[in-house]
């Protein structure tokens, strides 16, 4: 038996390193700066200037604290930290002043009057964010439009955000990668609008993975977090697409690595630390997808934060050696609990995911005229909700119409419609004019009534125009393409499928007239092997009325599309319409080109 002068009596703590608040602060510092040199990059030099004011305010503001309550200077950086982890949180273009209010009210208001470092209930830059968002709700939520040629700070302009205006505020394409991907790498990268040092995620994950190497921070807080929204977004949005999107928009996963982890601010035993992380999930997701404001991250940290005492209080983890009244080792309830939370969640994302993809459809590709929403069935199919009008000149009456048509997994032959919204005074459309028809045999119809001039006749029009859109935003979104080369001036990507041919091509209308260049972007579908245009999906091109007339093109050769003139293209040559349609005229003429290129080089 060992000596008892063998062991030594000491007050804890027992497990000492060379950690100190400083070390750790500019531990911080350093995973902060690739946010930092990211949202100087996209915004310019002004948003480095409002970082710095923010930092200055926050440091000049406790050390003023110190001198009125006669307390010693400190200098262990936290100020420091704070005041980049709010800078970081701001609009690129925030006033001034904005820094300053914020860093004065994180440092005195939620830190300093509370007793200092290590007693403030709450985040410090989350809560003055929240702050500053309720004080100047219009200032802080006006962002802009990352720009890398834009370092000095010149001409903005103003940009919505994902999570404030959906992929309209987005690029088409990124990386010459559009549709889904492209919105997804564009949110991964940061160029987006954003506030300065939250978008380029890739700056956060390598912030994060230092600080998680450097043991600063518990990696199961951020971990538990993203995993617990990705699967609120599956219940809440009903899409898998959706996860990737929201994780990497926002400040959601810039708070989960530098702000949810805060020492003072987040639970100190493990387990509690999960289920801390679990309710900022929840909370957050149900901020953005039902509260007032797009974005709620600061405010889930702010909320879970005052949670914490009493997580720390009454949810103890069990001591070594701690029995129950029975005698009997003390069950580790909360440990076990949170553990298989956790494999839950993770159980229902790989569950859910797969599940859900199968029955929703996200058209992230082309703008539609009448498609607003599509979703795959289980046995097979898509249907597509579409909405319009029918305008019965004759009467002066505009009809609201609205289907749900279903196309086959194939996507070339429409298997039913079923109408939601149209005529109740026996207008209605006569469905068997294309229930069971492919896309060239309704597109070949032109008398769709015995009566010209009766409603039903309009009506069938309309339905018409809006089910050869459903075709088209099938190929668009849902068709399994694969790339091949093509060479082109205007062309950004080729694709096949069987016979079809998809060429993306991104081009200008001159309308010299308007001194206006209107950039256009389109994915041409060529059947091969009937030689016509099948498909034309508008990716980007005026919001003015200044559109394509696909209708002039679909169905058409070649030749008989090189035959066309600006006169027969539209009677009114100056009309911006007529000039689109002249650009689209030229941009088909080089697919037709480029699909004589390829095809000669399969044959080779």
């Given at each position: 038996?060992?000596?008892?002068?063998?062991?030594k009596v000491?007050?804890?703590?027992?497990?000492?390193?060379?950690?100190n608040t400083?070390?750790i602060?500019l531990?911080v510092?350093?995973?902060l700066?690739?946010?930092?040199?990211?949202g100087v990059?996209?915004?310019?030099l002004?948003?480095?200037?409002?970082?710095?004011?923010c930092?200055?305010?926050?440091?000049?503001s406790e050390?003023v604290?110190n001198?009125?309550?006669?307390k010693?200077?400190t200098?262990?950086?936290?100020?420091?930290v704070?005041?980049?982890?709010?800078?970081?949180?701001l609009?690129?273009?925030a006033?001034?002043?904005?820094?300053i209010?914020?860093?004065?009210?994180a440092i005195?208001?939620?830190?300093?009057?509370?007793?200092?470092?290590g007693?403030?209930?709450?985040?410090?830059a989350?809560?003055?964010r929240?702050?500053?968002?309720l004080?100047?709700?219009?200032?802080?939520t006006?962002y802009?439009g990352?720009?890398l040629s834009?370092?000095?700070?010149?001409?903005?302009?103003?940009?919505?955000?994902?999570?404030?205006g959906?992929?309209?505020?987005?690029?088409?394409?990124?990386?010459?990668?559009?549709g889904?991907?492209?919105?997804?790498?564009?949110?991964?990268f940061?160029?987006v609008?954003?506030?300065?040092?939250?978008?380029c995620?890739?700056?956060?994950?390598?912030g994060?993975?230092?600080?998680?190497?450097?043991r600063?921070?518990?990696?199961?807080i951020?971990?538990?977090?993203l995993l617990?929204?990705?699967a609120?977004v599956?219940?809440?949005y009903?899409?898998?697409?959706?996860i990737?999107?929201?994780?990497f928009?926002?400040?959601l996963m810039?708070?989960?690595?530098?702000?949810?982890?805060?020492?003072a601010t987040s639970?100190?035993?493990?387990?509690?630390?999960?289920?801390?992380?679990?309710?900022l999930g929840?909370?957050?997701?149900?901020i953005?997808?039902y509260g007032?404001?797009p974005?709620?991250t600061?405010?889930?940290?702010l909320?879970?934060n005052?949670?914490?005492?009493?997580?720390?209080k009454?949810?103890?983890p069990?001591?070594?050696g701690?029995?129950?009244?029975s005698?009997?080792?003390?069950?580790q309830?909360m440990?076990?609990?949170?553990?298989?939370?956790?494999?839950?969640?993770?159980?229902?994302i790989?569950?859910?995911?797969?599940?859900v993809?199968?029955?929703?459809?996200?058209l992230?590709?082309?703008?539609?005229?009448y498609v607003?929403d599509?979703?795959?069935e289980?046995?097979?199919?898509y249907?597509?909700s579409?909405e319009?009008e029918?305008y019965l000149?004759?009467?002066?009456?505009?009809?609201p119409?609205a289907?749900e048509?279903?196309?086959?997994a194939?996507?070339d032959k429409?298997?039913?419609?079923?109408?939601?919204?149209q005529?109740?005074?026996?207008y209605?459309a006569?469905l068997?004019?294309f229930?069971?028809?492919?896309?060239?045999?309704i597109?070949?119809l032109?008398?769709?009534?015995?009566?010209a001039?009766?409603?039903?006749t309009y009506?069938?029009?309309?339905l018409?125009?809006?089910?050869l859109?459903c075709f088209?935003?099938?190929?668009?979104?849902i068709?399994d393409?694969?790339?091949i080369?093509?060479s082109?001036?205007?062309i950004?990507?080729?694709?096949?499928?069987?016979?079809?041919?998809?060429?993306t091509?991104s081009?200008?209308a001159d309308?010299?007239e308007?001194?206006y260049?209107?950039?256009?972007?389109?994915a041409?579908?060529?059947?091969?092997a009937?030689?016509?245009?099948k498909?034309i999906?508008?990716?980007n091109?005026?919001?003015?009325?200044?559109?394509?007339?696909?209708?002039?093109?679909?169905g058409?050769?070649a030749?008989e599309i090189?035959?066309?003139?600006d006169?027969t293209?539209?009677?009114?040559i100056?009309?911006g319409?007529?000039?689109?349609?002249a650009?689209?005229?030229?941009?088909?003429?080089?697919c037709f080109?480029?699909?004589?290129?390829a095809?000669k080089?399969?044959?080779?």
């Open positions: 038996m060992a000596e008892i002068t063998n062991y000491a007050a804890s703590p027992h497990k000492l390193d060379r950690s400083r070390r602060m531990d510092l350093i995973a700066a690739p946010c930092l040199v990211c990059l996209f915004y310019g002004y948003a480095l200037m409002l970082v710095a004011i930092v200055a305010a926050c440091f000049a050390q604290y001198l009125i309550r006669k010693p200077f200098f262990d950086l936290s100020a420091v704070t005041g980049v982890i709010l800078g970081l949180n609009p690129p273009r006033p001034w002043y904005i820094p209010v914020g860093g004065v009210f005195v208001v939620v830190k300093m009057i509370f007793g200092g470092l007693k403030n209930f709450a985040n410090p989350a809560t003055a929240v702050f500053l968002l004080a100047y709700s219009s200032v802080m006006q802009i990352a720009d834009n370092v000095l700070a010149g001409d903005v302009t103003t940009g919505a955000t994902y999570l404030g959906g992929i309209a505020a987005l690029q088409d394409s990124f990386l010459n990668i559009g889904y991907w492209g919105y997804v790498l564009q949110l991964l940061g160029y609008g954003g506030s300065i040092g939250e978008t995620k890739l700056a956060v994950l390598a994060g993975v230092y600080l998680t190497a450097r600063v921070i518990d990696w199961r951020p971990v538990v977090y617990t929204a990705a609120m599956l219940v809440c009903g899409s898998a697409s959706e990737l999107l929201q994780l928009s926002g400040g810039f708070g989960a690595v530098f702000m949810a982890t805060d020492y639970p100190k035993w493990r387990y509690n630390r999960v289920l801390y992380a679990i309710g929840v909370i957050t997701v149900l953005r997808r007032s404001y974005e709620g600061s405010l889930a940290i909320i879970m005052l949670f914490v005492p009493i997580m720390d009454y949810l103890l069990v001591r070594f701690q029995t129950s009244k005698g009997k080792p003390k069950p309830v440990k076990w609990a949170m553990r298989c939370v956790c494999i839950a969640l993770a159980a229902a790989a569950v859910a995911v797969p599940l993809n199968y029955t929703e459809v996200q992230y590709t082309g703008r539609f005229s607003t599509a979703k795959r289980f046995g097979g199919g249907v597509f579409v319009g029918a000149d004759q009467y002066d009456y505009t009809q119409l289907y048509i279903k196309l086959n194939e996507g429409v298997l039913s419609v079923r109408p939601i919204t005529s109740t005074m026996g209605v006569n068997a004019f229930e069971g028809k492919t896309f060239d045999e597109a070949a032109t008398d769709l009534s015995t009566d001039e009766t409603s039903a009506t069938n029009t309309a018409r125009k809006m089910i859109e088209t935003a099938y190929d668009a979104n068709a393409y694969s790339a080369s093509a082109g001036e205007h950004v990507k080729a694709e096949r499928c069987g016979d079809l041919y998809r060429f091509l081009g200008v309308l010299a308007y001194n260049q209107q950039p256009l972007a389109y041409i579908t060529i059947d091969a009937a030689g016509k245009v498909y999906t508008t990716i091109e005026s919001t003015y009325g200044y559109t394509v007339d696909r209708e002039i093109f679909v058409k050769t030749e090189a035959a066309m003139t006169e293209i539209a009677s009114d100056t009309t319409a007529t000039i689109t349609n650009a689209v005229r030229d941009l088909i003429g080089e080109a480029a699909l004589e290129g095809a080089g399969g044959a080779e």
